[in-house]
């Protein structure tokens, strides 16, 4: 499995290089056009296999000719109509292949030459004396042939009969258009836009599939990028704002002399704790902050709970000491009933606190 899974692999990434070099020609000459003009790419490329001008004699008078010249139009119509982008339909490019094919001329009658009943009547007449042949021995020969068809036979004669009827109505239809334009047929009568219409219906679906394709694709790039943009606003607003709480938190902690290790914890809490940075101070002794109760100096700041939050400084509970911000219709938890939150801890009852508030906020 893991040796198919990587030819797999280099046979894609092979694919894509060429189709890439492919295109890049035609998505060069897509983005030096207005894109107005763009869209009628695929529409021009999907009427290809029923033209004359755009089927060149020689390349374009053989079936493997026409069917590797419609997918080369139907690449190029993708290339211009979408030239920012990278994806080529391959689906289409095959679908436009195949109308080459079926276009072929006498490309009916060649495949029906291929089903049983035609070619038993083709080797009686073959091996009849001077070339003729009893009408009564054919018709035996041919219920003989066809009585004793295997199943795979006769579902080839199916598939031939089915794709020779496909091939005289796309040979059927470049000979309408052909009369369209050469003006041997009114386009302007009843009959003629009849004609017309059913002509061009399965160039007008192939061109309208691969500009649809181009528009979403164009659509889904201007969605990422808008997202893409949006997210990296958020992530460097988060970013800054975790960093002021990482200050502040460390600041008023310290100065109201809480030890280092809660601080450490008080920030994981958080999800800040990869913004801890140890105080000069303390690397080299001594105790920082108020040791002795009174108001915090938090030089000129105060704590923001606008939000919501712990409140993990003060000289004790229910000391009043720490300045903060309070709103309307906001509710603040005591002491007591956070340690109770956490079955005796501080931190783990801050931390339910957070995730309780957090829930009711999704609600709100």
């Excluded at 003729?132 to 006769?154: P, V």
Aim: hydrophobic residues 40%.
């Amino acid at each position: 499995m893991g040796i198919l899974s990587d030819l797999n692999r280099k046979r894609k990434k092979a694919q894509k290089k060429i189709l890439k070099t492919v295109s890049k020609p035609f998505r060069k000459v897509g983005k030096k056009l207005p894109k107005e003009l763009r869209w009628m790419a695929p529409y021009l490329s999907a009427v290809a296999p029923y033209s004359t001008f755009m089927m060149p004699g020689g390349i374009g008078s053989s079936a493997l000719g026409r069917t590797l010249l419609s997918s080369l139009y139907n690449i190029a119509g993708q290339s211009i109509a979408d030239p920012e982008g990278e994806d080529i339909n391959l689906l289409s490019a095959a679908l436009a292949g195949g109308q080459g094919y079926l276009t072929t001329p006498d490309m009916g009658s060649s495949l029906r030459d291929l089903t049983t009943q035609k070619s038993t009547l083709m080797n009686q007449l073959e091996n009849a004396p001077f070339g003729l042949s009893d009408a009564t021995a054919q018709n035996a020969a041919i219920k003989e042939a066809m009585a004793n068809r295997s199943l795979l036979t006769k579902a080839k004669d199916l598939g031939l009969t089915g794709v020779s009827k496909l091939a005289d109505l796309a040979g059927g239809a470049g000979t309408t258009l052909a009369d369209l334009g050469s003006g041997r047929q009114d386009l302007f009568t009843l009959e003629g836009a009849k004609e017309g219409l059913a002509a061009l219906t399965p160039a007008v679906m192939q061109g309208t599939g691969d500009t649809f394709k181009a528009m979403a694709d164009q659509g889904h790039r201007a969605w990422e990028a808008a997202d893409a943009e949006e997210q990296a606003q958020i992530q460097e607003t988060s970013t800054a704002n975790d960093a002021e709480d990482a200050r502040l938190t460390m600041l008023y902690n310290r100065q109201a002399g809480t030890p280092e290790e809660t601080i450490k914890e008080t920030m994981e809490l958080n999800d800040i704790g990869h913004l801890y940075e140890p105080p000069e101070e303390a690397a080299e002794g001594g105790i920082i902050g108020l040791r002795n109760g009174g108001m915090l100096n938090l030089g000129g700041n105060e704590m923001d709970y606008r939000g919501g939050g712990f409140v993990p400084i003060g000289q004790k509970e229910r000391a009043d000491d720490v300045p903060a911000r309070l709103s309307k219709n906001e509710f603040v938890m005591t002491a007591d009933a956070v340690k109770a939150a956490g079955g005796g801890s501080v931190n783990k009852g801050a931390q339910r606190m957070y995730n309780v508030m957090n829930q009711l906020e999704a609600r709100a």
